[in-house]
């Protein structure tokens, strides 16, 4: 894929574009004539999705307009802390959570290839840095398991029996479980990499996680780390409700990346700065060259169907003004929560898997931020905290972005670090309060936060996070309403409960101008990620050129990585499914 696909314009669109001539209709092999302006793009949206079909279509030559609401980044985006910067210095830097790019992502990282960087040859691709370890913190003074990131730059034989034999001593090194615990896990993933993908969408989708690795049945070690440890704090979804599809999709990417199979690169992976210095702002800027228009501030209303396509769109601006917005083709990359809102009877009508998006759910995943007057000891990488009430992960990130001293860079130069935390389970009582985290204010959030840290730090005889030591916090300003019965979250998260799938919409709409993209849309990878929201957006922009005629070169859609060793063993189980029998190595 070129770099650059300005001007590769798109064949005249139907309806408004449908006579256009000139360069537009000239890459889509229409009659040429006298230049004309190029197809109208409105995108309702300024996140990943957003921001990569932006990309993508303006590379072909498309007028594109990007609507966001509130800023640009959506949930991915780092954000200042208000009042917080002294001395010349820039605001402490927060987030809705810390990003995670692990090397099992294809799409979004050919995209940041292609974001110019200052002295980055491969763009804002070369920002990222990789952990050297991980941690699964543990309460009451039990061991804590410390190990290094596996991953192999060299391939790996993938046959059943170098997997198992990989899985086992990755299961031994991150985790204490009983030997015959081991093996049973062992087998089911096992299980679930030969199996086809008929028994995958049609038995494993309707399957929750637990039942599939037995947990019920299996030490409440097990369960915390590989039940709901995997479900509750990588997919936010709970063990007993999770779909296995899912779930296993994902695992099995990353079995397969830290065996050197089929990645971009190790299994984890951040940014080497606060998100919009390492990516938003330069992406934005190089968009602006592309020329990309932005309108930050109206929010979407309606997009209004009319005669067999969207007529146009209705905005409200932060006055409270209503107007409309016109374009050729209407994007909507919107999260589904808030997309769904703004398709009406007719346009629900019109599709019938729009009113289908109705039954997805989300949850809440939320990060908050506390700025430390002195560097933890903790360990050099992401941290699970496997007991805790709450589901925490966190990382420190100051030792990860190298080249800046985080006291002379940011606020007022006595923090030194910013541990970020994501919150992912808001509805089980914490141990401060007896309260869940939906039920706590703001400050009681923190509080609890903090007690919860070091309850899973602090317990094995050493200080690793001090009262002291802490010089304030910051709470994602999405979350609203906390304590009452109003509580809200402007971002949730798209969850994954069995059947899941089966609503998933996909890019290409029956409306002939309407496209969706998103972490919600049918992609490959199954998961709400900016992976999938990557996808999402190039499939959408796909589907623009496919219905207009265009010419122009398609964008790259990188599929999960398929083993070739393992695709008898698949065959071999589309047969025996077909049959009835269950897959060759199932014990039950």
């Given amino acids: 894929m070129s770099s650059r696909r300005t001007f590769l314009a798109g064949a005249a669109g139907v309806a408004g574009t449908a006579g256009a001539a000139g360069p537009a209709a000239a890459a889509a092999g229409g009659p040429a004539g006298p230049a004309a302006a190029p197809p109208r793009v409105a995108v309702f ?41 002294r001395g010349g210095r820039r605001p402490l830097p927060a987030e809705h959570g810390f990003r995670f790019i692990p090397g099992i992502y294809h799409n979004l990282p050919d995209t940041m290839r292609r974001i110019p960087y200052p002295g980055n040859p491969n763009g804002v691709w070369d920002n990222l840095v990789a952990p050297p370890e991980m941690m699964f913190a543990r309460a009451a003074g039990r061991e804590d398991l410390r190990a290094p990131i596996p991953w192999s730059p060299q391939p790996a034989a ?24 081991v093996a049973y896990f062992v087998n089911r993933v096992l299980v679930f990499l030969t199996s086809c993908d008929e028994r995958r969408t049609e038995v494993w989708e309707r399957t929750p996680w637990w039942q599939f690795v037995r947990a019920a049945q299996m030490s409440a070690e097990y369960q915390r780390i590989l039940a709901v440890g995997i479900t509750r704090n990588i997919v936010a979804t709970k063990a007993e ?3 296995t599809r899912t779930v296993g999709t994902l695992g099995e990417a990353f079995v397969f990346n830290a065996l050197g199979r089929g990645a971009d690169g190790p299994p984890d992976r951040i940014l080497n700065a606060p998100t919009n210095e390492a990516w938003i702002d330069p992406w934005v800027t190089h968009l602006r060259a592309l020329g990309v228009e932005f309108a930050v501030g109206p929010a979407l209303r309606e997009l209004v169907y009319a005669a067999g396509r969207i007529d146009h769109a209705l905005v409200e601006d932060p006055d409270g003004t209503v107007r409309r917005v016109d374009a050729d083709h209407f994007v909507c990359a919107l999260p589904v929560e808030r997309a769904r809102r703004t398709w009406g009877p007719a346009l629900r009508a019109a599709d019938p898997m729009l009113a289908r998006c109705d039954r997805l759910a989300t949850d809440w995943m939320t990060g908050i931020q506390f700025y430390l007057t002195r560097r933890a000891p ?18 420190q990130q100051a030792e990860h972005w190298p080249g800046r001293e985080f006291a002379a860079a940011y606020g007022d130069g006595v923090a030194v670090d910013c541990l970020s935390v994501d919150v992912s389970e808001w509805d089980k009582p914490g141990i401060l309060y007896g309260k869940t985290a939906k039920e706590c204010t703001r400050e009681e959030v923190a509080r609890e936060v903090w007690a919860q840290l070091k309850a899973s730090l602090n317990d094995t005889g050493r200080t690793v996070l001090s009262d002291g030591d802490l010089h304030s916090w910051f709470l994602d300003p999405g979350v609203s309403g906390l304590g009452t019965p109003d509580a809200a979250n402007e971002d949730e998260l798209l969850v994954h409960p069995v059947g899941t799938l089966y609503d998933r919409p996909t890019a290409a709409t029956r409306v002939p101008n309407l496209f969706l993209c998103g972490d919600y849309v049918a992609v490959p990878i199954d998961l709400a990620t900016m992976e999938g929201a990557n996808s999402a957006a190039r499939a959408a922009v796909n589907a623009l050129l496919d219905r207009t005629g ?36 199932d014990l039950g």
């Fill in 45 to 85: 949206g300024g996140g990943v999705a957003g921001l990569t079909a932006a990309h993508e279509l303006a590379e072909r030559g498309f007028a594109v307009t990007v609507h966001e609401r509130r800023a640009l980044g959506g949930k991915a985006r780092s954000m200042d802390v208000p009042g917080s910067a």
């Fill in 158 to 181: 993938l046959t059943p029996e170098e997997i198992g034999r990989a899985l086992t001593g990755m299961l031994q090194t991150f985790a204490r479980l009983p030997a015959h615990e």
């Fill in 241 to 243: 409700e999770a779909s």
């Fill in 378 to 395: 903790m360990v050099h990488g992401h941290v699970n905290c496997i007991d805790s009430p709450w589901s925490l992960t966190a990382i």
């Fill in 550 to 585: 265009s010419g122009a070169q398609r964008c790259t859609v990188t599929p999960m990585y398929r083993p070739p060793e393992l695709e008898p063993l698949r065959r071999a189980d589309r047969l025996r499914y077909r049959l009835g029998l269950r897959n060759a190595l």
